[in-house]
């Protein structure tokens, strides 16, 4: 069990550009949650699925965020024509039911 | 009104001194969170618990769900306890909805 795994660690990258980032959960999870975390604030909920449906979606996600879960196993979120407000730390988290979560190191994203 | 507040935001203490985190939620839940978050860190699970008390070497969390309010305590603190400490409770399906937190600086 090498822990929730995401890749890259950092990305800086110029407003308009897309992004994508990686996922890889504990291997017998089924449950998997995307939260973005801003400097002083707690994690804000984006995305959660379980195996390879998205179950629920933050309303404060745009169109322009997007994640996938294919075959139940690591997750992708892509965010398209990044904007500074995307700026953050981008955390995910597996689980099984009624487990406590846990968190991979997260994705810092700079957007210029 | 957030649905999980917690106090207080920022706490410093002298080493050895005896911690004590509020966390205060309006949902209905099955259970609450405590994480840990140090600078630049990731996020580690502390508890998970849904009544009474759980203890974990100097840790120790409990909760009181008719009053819907929990406590995180750190016996004989240290400054690696020095972290941001969050409580989050589950909402809707299962997404955790998470306090501010409360940054703890413990100094020597």
């Known amino acids: 069990d090498t822990g929730v795994s995401q890749d890259p660690r950092h990305k800086i990258t110029k407003r308009g550009q897309n992004v994508t980032f990686r996922c890889d959960p504990i291997s017998e999870h089924n449950r998997l949650y995307w939260y973005r975390q801003t400097l002083g604030q707690g994690p804000e909920f984006l995305t959660y699925?379980?195996?390879?449906?998205?179950?629920?979606k933050s309303r404060l996600l745009s169109d322009r965020f997007s994640a996938e879960r294919p075959k139940g196993s690591f997750s992708t979120l892509e965010i398209q024509r990044t904007e500074q407000g995307d700026s953050a730390m981008y955390l995910c988290?597996?689980?099984?039911?009624?487990?406590?979560?846990?968190f991979g190191n997260g994705t810092r994203l700079t957007v210029t | 009104k957030n649905e999980v507040e917690q106090s207080p935001q920022n706490l410093t203490a002298q080493e050895g001194e005896f911690i004590t985190i509020n966390c205060s939620y309006s949902?209905?839940?099955?259970?609450l969170h405590w994480l840990q978050q140090h600078p630049g860190g990731g996020i580690v699970s502390l508890f998970m618990l849904s009544s009474g008390k759980k203890k974990h070497g100097r840790l120790i969390a409990t909760i009181n769900i008719q009053e819907k309010h929990s406590s995180l305590h750190i016996t004989a603190s240290h400054p690696r306890d020095s972290a941001v400490y969050i409580c989050?409770?589950?909402?809707?399906?299962?997404?955790?909805?998470f306090g501010t937190g409360t940054r703890l600086q413990v100094f020597p």
């Open positions: 988290a597996s689980s099984t039911y009624n487990s406590p979560l846990h």
């Open positions: 949902v209905g839940i099955s259970a």
């Open positions: 699925f379980q195996n390879e449906a998205q179950l629920e």
């Open positions: 989050a409770v589950p909402y809707n399906t299962d997404k955790l909805i």
